[in-house]
C-alpha cells in the first residue's frame, strides 16, 4: 500500500492541471502483491489481508491494468480460483484486469489470466475525437532458483516461455489495436532480447526489483523504460503523437512520491484502514501461534538484550537510551506498521538470526538496541573481557541506514549524535 495517498493526489492534481485533457491510464509491470512466507501452498493470514487490501486499493481507485509476476503467484492462485471467482470480481472488479500471456493453471480449479487487454482512450487534443485503442500484453519471467534457472511451475501455475508466447500473442494484439505495450517483469537482458525479437511492440515497460531510472532506450520500434522497484517514485511514461496519431515520441520521468505531495485523504483513509486491519490480523495470528518453532526460543537465543547489558555498562546504556534507537519500534507502532516484517528488521535487534521475531514473543528485542551494532552477547556477558563487540563503521551502519531508508546517512554527523 506504500505510497497510494501520495500517488492517488499526484494523478488527481495531474488530471486537473491538464483539464482532464490528456487521456490517462494506470498500468502496473508487476509484483504487487507479497509472497511472503509462502509455505506449505498456504500464504499466513495477515499476508492475505495485505494483498487483499492492495486489491482494493486498485479497485477503488482505478488501476487499468497489472502484469502478473512470479512473485504474485501465490496470492493469484487464491485470487483466481473458480471457486466463488465471481462473487471476488464484483466486490473487486480489478481483479479482471491483472493480465499474463504465459502464465497458466496447472490444473482446472483455477482460471487463467487474460493474455492481453484493449485499453481505449480518446484523443482530444493532436486529433480531436479520435479513438486509440491500446492493446497491453503482460509476461513474466520464471521464479528463479539460481542465478541461471528459472522455476517454470510455482504456486499451482505453469510459467511458458517468454519468447515462445510473445511471438505468438503479440502479433495476435496488434491486429485488434492501433500500439502494442508489453508490460514485463524480467531482466533488463531479456526484455532487450524480448524487444529485438518482436517488432509489433512499441512499449515496453520493465519491472522487476530494479533501481534503474534511466532515458528510455530503443530497440528496433520498441522503446523500453524500466520501472522503480520502489514505491516511493511513479513512473510516467508521455507519448507524443502525430496529427496522423502514430507515435513520434515517448518520454519518461520519475515522479517522487515524498513529503512535497500532500496525501489523498480519501486513498489516505483506505491505507490506514488496511494497516489497522493487517495489525490485528497480524496479532491474532501471533496470538494462535506465538513463537515459530523454527526460531530458538528467547531463553536460548544469543541475545540477552539491553537491559543486561546496563548492569555493566551503565554509562554507555544512559547514553543509547536517549537515541532515536532505543525508540525504534514506538516509531513502527505510531505507522501501525510495527507488525510489518519488511519494516521491522532494521527497527530491531537480530532479526531473522535468532533475536528478534514478533512483539508478541520476544518483546525484550524490539528496537535497535546494543546487539543489534556489537552482535550477540550471552558469551560476552557469561565471561565479560575486552575484545568483543567491535562494530566496523560505517559498513556495519548501513546495513540498516541504506539509501532508501537513511538518504541523508553520513558517518561523520550521525556518529557523534549516538557516540557513548
Ligand atoms: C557482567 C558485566 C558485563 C555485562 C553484563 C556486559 N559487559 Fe561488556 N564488558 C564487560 C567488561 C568487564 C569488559 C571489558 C572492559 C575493559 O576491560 O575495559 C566489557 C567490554 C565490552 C565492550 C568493549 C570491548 C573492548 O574490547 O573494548 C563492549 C563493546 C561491550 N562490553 C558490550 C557489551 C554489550 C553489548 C553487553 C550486553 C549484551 C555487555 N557488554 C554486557 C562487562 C560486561
Ligand atoms: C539494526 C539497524 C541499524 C543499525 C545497524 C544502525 N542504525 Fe541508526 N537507526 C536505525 C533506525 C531504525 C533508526 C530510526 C530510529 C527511530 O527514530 O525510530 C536509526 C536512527 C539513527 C540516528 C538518528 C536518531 C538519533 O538518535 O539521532 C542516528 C544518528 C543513527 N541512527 C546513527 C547510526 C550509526 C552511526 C550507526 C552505525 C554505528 C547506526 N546508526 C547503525 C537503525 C540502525
Ligand atoms: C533497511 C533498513 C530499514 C527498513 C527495512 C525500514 N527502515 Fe525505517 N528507518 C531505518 C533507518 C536507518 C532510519 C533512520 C533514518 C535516518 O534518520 O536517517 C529509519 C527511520 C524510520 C522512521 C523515522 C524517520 C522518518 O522518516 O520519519 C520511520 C517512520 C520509519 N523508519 C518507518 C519504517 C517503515 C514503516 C518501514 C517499513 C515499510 C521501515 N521503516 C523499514 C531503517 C529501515
Ligand atoms: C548503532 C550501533 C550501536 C549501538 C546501538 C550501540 N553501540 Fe556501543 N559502540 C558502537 C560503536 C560503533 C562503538 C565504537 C567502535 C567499537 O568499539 O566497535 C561502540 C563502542 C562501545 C563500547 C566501547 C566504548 C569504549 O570506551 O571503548 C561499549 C562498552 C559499548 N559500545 C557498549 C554499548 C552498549 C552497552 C550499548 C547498548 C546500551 C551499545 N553499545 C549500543 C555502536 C553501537
Known amino acids: 500500500m506504500g505510497g497510494l495517498a501520495r500517488r492517488v493526489s499526484y494523478i488527481k492534481a495531474f488530471q486537473h492541471r491538464s483539464n482532464m485533457e490528456v487521456p490517462t491510464l494506470f498500468v502496473d509491470a508487476g509484483n504487487l502483491f507479497t509472497d511472503d512466507r509462502f509455505a ?23 488501476q487499468d491494468v497489472a502484469n502478473i509476476s512470479f512473485n504474485d503467484l501465490p496470492y493469484i492462485a487464491e485470487l483466481f ?12 472488479p480489478f481483479i479482471d484486469r491483472l493480465i499474463s500471456a504465459n502464465l497458466e493453471p496447472a490444473d482446472d480449479t483455477r482460471r487463467a489470466p487474460q493474455p492481453y487487454l484493449i485499453r481505449e482512450v480518446t484523443l482530444s487534443r ?66 532487450q532480447r524480448l524487444a529485438s525479437e518482436n517488432p509489433d ?18 530497440f528496433g520500434r520498441a522503446t523500453i523504460t524500466y520501472a522503480f522497484n520502489q514505491t516511493k517514485y511513479l513512473g510516467e511514461l508521455r507519448y507524443y503523437l502525430r496529427s496522423d496519431s502514430t507515435i513520434e515520441n515517448q518520454i519518461n520521468r520519475y515522479v517522487a512520491l515524498d513529503a512535497d505531495l500532500p496525501d489523498d485523504p ?59 534507537h532505543a525508540h525504534a519500534m514506538a516509531t513502527l507502532e505510531r505507522k501501525s506498521q510495527q507488525f510489518d516484517n519488511e519494516c521491522v528488521r532494521c527497527h530491531v535487534v537480530g532479526f531473522n538470526k535468532g533475536g528478534f521475531q514478533s512483539l508478541i514473543s520476544t518483546p525484550q528485542l524490539a528496537n535497535v538496541q546494543c546487539e543489534a551494532c556489537h552482535g550477540p552477547g550471552r558469551e560476552h556477558v557469561a565471561a565479560p573481557a575486552k575484545g568483543f563487540g567491535f562494530m566496523a563503521t560505517p559498513t556495519g551502519c548501513v546495513q540498516c541506514h541504506t539509501l532508501t531508508n537513511s ?14
Open 126 to 191: 493532436t486529433a480531436p475525437g479520435k479513438k486509440l485503442r491500446i492493446a497491453f500484453v503482460g509476461l513474466t519471467e520464471g521464479k528463479p532458483t539460481s542465478p541461471n534457472q528459472h522455476e517454470s511451475l510455482y504456486a499451482g501455475f505453469r510459467i511458458n516461455d517468454v519468447f515462445e508466447t510473445a511471438k505468438r500473442v503479440i502479433p495476435e494484439a496488434k491486429k485488434k489495436a492501433d500500439m502494442v505495450v508489453v508490460l514485463a517483469y524480467m531482466s533488463q537482458d531479456m526484455a
Open 407 to 420: 538518504p541523508d546517512f553520513n558517518f561523520a554527523t550521525y556518529w557523534p549524535k549516538i557516540k557513548h
Open 266 to 324: 480519501q486513498a489516505s483513509e483506505i491505507v490506514t484502514a488496511a494497516h489497522n486491519d493487517f495489525t490485528n490480523v497480524q496479532k491474532a495470528s501471533m496470538d494462535a501461534n506465538p513463537a515459530p518453532a523454527a526460531q530458538p526460543a528467547s531463553q536460548d537465543s544469543p541475545f540477552v538484550g539491553a537491559s543486561t547489558c546496563m548492569n555493566c555498562h551503565a554509562t554507555q546504556y544512559a547514553v543509547w537510551e536517549k537515541s532515536g
Open 81 to 92: 480460483k473458480k471457486d466463488g471467482y465471481e462473487k471476488r470480481l464484483q466486490e473487486y
Open 40 to 62: 506449505g501452498d498456504h500464504l499466513p493470514a495477515e499476508v492475505m489481508t495485505k494483498n487483499q487490501w492492495v486489491v482494493k486499493g486498485y479497485s477503488d481507485f482505478h
Open 201 to 218: 511492440i512499441d512499449t515496453l515497460i520493465v519491472a522487476r526489483q530494479m533501481s534503474l531510472m534511466n532515458d528510455p532506450e530503443h
